[in-house]
């Protein structure tokens, strides 16, 4: 099940963002986006722990940014990765969705290709360890934009 953070659920998510991420955000770097009126987090629920979260920005009326999907080592390859994108792109029909995600997370980028991202722009050594960055957008006009080749349209049951 996914649902908005509780404050209560930063420390696990923070917990996952230790496991997965090589300069992870601190404690105080999720209490502040918690707190934000333009910031969602949202968690989801499985096996009665949060086994994923996503961080996601309103930046105008009509963009959003993700900031930050990552998965529990333990839950992953169980497509919550992307029930959390239809979960996303089914709230955000009208608006172009950014993110950035490190040229080399090959697994990150196919998952965003199935969803219809297409990369942008490249920022050349964006990353502390010299990895260059893939701005990617989609625009979610509805559920047609959305159809990958698979003919699996996200938000769709």
Wanted: charged share 25%; glycine share 6%.
């Amino acid at each position: 099940m996914i649902k908005k953070a509780a404050f209560r659920d930063l420390k696990e998510i923070c917990k996952i963002e230790l496991e997965n991420f090589v300069n992870p955000w601190n404690y105080n770097m999720f209490v502040e986006e918690y707190n934000r009126d333009f910031s969602h987090i949202f968690v989801y629920w499985k096996d009665g722990i949060i086994a994923a979260y996503m961080v996601v920005v309103e930046i105008a009326d009509d963009e959003l940014e993700i900031y930050n999907i990552s998965v529990r080592k333990g839950h992953r390859k169980m497509g919550l990765a992307s029930a959390m994108l239809t979960f996303l792109l089914g709230n955000s029909v009208g608006k172009t969705i950014f993110l950035e995600v490190r040229d080399d997370n090959i697994y990150a980028i196919k998952l965003y290709r199935k969803f219809g991202f297409s990369i942008m722009s490249v920022r050349k050594n964006y990353y502390t360890s010299g990895v260059d960055a893939y701005v990617m957008k989609l625009y979610v006009e509805g559920v047609q934009d959305v159809k990958n080749e698979s003919g699996y349209c996200p938000g769709v049951a």
